[in-house]
């Protein structure tokens, strides 16, 4: 029943949880590097909560490829480091993550952009990364897929616009096969910018423990997640913002995993992004 209950609210509902900013137009130049400093008082992904508070880091690669034609190609590397603040949660030790994104974006016109790669995160040891994320794992490889598309609310009005995100993820290690749906709006006054996105998803893994021992259980839950960003141009290459997120999941429902997965998250976050 939770499966049919699922289906109906992605057929339904209509990317990628907490981005926390919009998307970069091209600029003068082709290579781009970012860098963003992030404080968030909860590490919440795919709608469960990992630890509370924590830094992340974020290291960013863009290279516009000089178009030829109508289809518009953004190879991308992303670096991220997550490090607690609050270093335990229920009497163990929690990692540091680390992750690196290889990917591109291909740009169809004013049609849609599809966004494709490959992610591979690591933690410090196998019993952190436990703790963290009730599997006994301490590294993923994950493959995606997106499309990013513009809806036009009001014809010819661009207030009007939404963004709207479908993603597809799959992790070799977990067996696990994950959808993202989201709607994104982005509001701007001169340097103050407000970013509202919400998004549904679904994860169905067969190894929900992960492929390095543990026994192979499975596992699939749905969770909700709503954001709101406040932002601020400080010039054309910083700007600085603060945010309020919620996220709720229903694992455990039906499943081995009922310690505190099944729960509701309220928290904030902000940051400072540097681009050249």
């Known amino acids: 029943m939770k499966k049919i209950i699922t289906a109906l609210a992605v057929a339904a509902f209509g990317v990628s949880a907490f981005a926390q900013e919009a998307s970069v137009p091209a600029p003068e130049r082709n290579f781009v590097v970012g860098a963003k400093f992030d404080f968030e008082s909860r590490y919440v992904t795919q709608g469960k909560r990992r630890v509370n508070e924590n830094t992340q880091t974020t290291i960013s690669f863009k290279y516009f490829v000089p178009q030829t034609s109508d289809i518009g190609i953004t190879p991308y590397a992303d670096f991220l480091w997550m490090s607690p603040t609050d270093n335990q949660r229920n009497g163990h030790d929690l990692s540091n993550e680390g992750s690196l994104t290889l990917g591109s974006e291909i740009a169809v016109g004013d049609v849609a952009t ?11 040891d196998r019993a952190s990364a436990a703790a963290m994320n009730r599997a006994y794992i301490n590294r993923s490889n994950e493959i995606f897929v997106g499309v990013n598309k513009t809806l036009s609310l009001i014809d010819g009005n661009e207030y009007g616009d ?19 749906l989201g709607l994104e709006k982005t509001f701007s006054w001169e340097e103050v910018g407000l970013r509202l996105a919400a998004v549904y998803g679904y994860v169905d893994a067969n190894d929900a423990n992960g492929d390095q021992g543990g026994g192979n259980i499975h596992n699939d839950y749905g969770y909700i997640a ?31 995993f009922t310690s505190d997965n099944n729960d ?13």
């Open 264 to 276: 509701d998250n309220l928290w904030w976050g902000a940051w400072i992004r540097f681009r050249y």
């Open 114 to 124: 599809i966004d494709f790669g490959y992610k591979y995160t690591g933690w410090n």
């Open 162 to 180: 939404i963004d709207a995100l479908a993603y597809v993820r799959y992790n070799f290690n977990t067996e696990e096969l994950s959808y993202e």
């Open 226 to 256: 709503v954001s709101a960003d406040l932002s601020y141009q400080i010039n054309s290459g910083t700007d600085v913002g603060v945010g309020v997120r919620y996220a709720y999941n229903n694992d455990g429902d039906d499943s081995a």
